[in-house]
Nanobody, 124 residues
Framework: VQLQASGGGLVQAGGSLRLSCAAS????????MGWFRQAPGKEREFVAA?????????YYADSVKGRFTISRDNAKSTVNLQMNILKPEDTAVYYC?????????????????WGQGTLVTVSS
C-alpha cells in the first residue's frame, strides 16, 4: 500500500485547508484511515480517523473536534481532512496512515502504512 498526502501549505489563523490522501490499492475500503501530525520537537499525535466501508464511525482528537472533518471516498481510494478555523498550534507535518490489522484508532503503533507527510503552517 502506498499513501500520497497532499494539500498542505501556508495559511493565516482562522483560515482553512483541505488535505487529501490517495491510496494505491483497490482494497482501500477495508482499511481504517487516520491522520496524525507532528510538530517540531514533539511526538507524532493522533488527529482523526475514519472506519472502513461506509465511514460511519469517525474519531477526533479533542484539540481538533468541531474544527476538522475527516471523510473518505472508497470509489476513489482517498481520505480527506477538512481543516477549518486553523490555529498556529495546528502547525505540523500531517501524515495519513492506514490500519489493516485492527487496533486502536488513536495509537500510531497500530497503523501499518504511512504516507510521506505534508506540511501545514498556520501564521498568527
Amino acid at each position: 500500500v502506498q499513501l500520497q498526502a497532499s494539500g498542505g501549505g501556508l495559511v493565516q489563523a482562522g483560515g482553512s485547508l483541505r488535505l487529501s490522501c490517495a491510496a494505491s490499492r483497490g482494497i482501500f475500503s477495508r482499511y481504517r484511515m487516520g491522520w496524525f501530525r507532528q510538530a517540531p520537537g514533539k511526538e507524532r499525535e493522533f488527529v482523526a480517523a475514519i472506519n472502513w466501508y461506509t465511514g460511519s464511525n469517525t474519531y477526533y482528537a479533542d484539540s481538533v473536534k468541531g474544527r476538522f472533518t475527516i471523510s473518505r471516498d472508497n470509489a476513489k481510494s482517498t481520505v480527506n481532512l477538512q481543516m477549518n478555523i486553523l490555529k498556529p498550534e495546528d502547525t505540523a507535518v500531517y501524515y495519513c496512515a492506514a490500519q489493516i490489522r485492527g487496533g486502536s484508532y488513536y495509537s500510531r503503533g497500530d497503523y501499518d502504512y504511512w504516507g510521506q507527510g505534508t506540511l501545514v503552517t498556520v501564521s498568527s
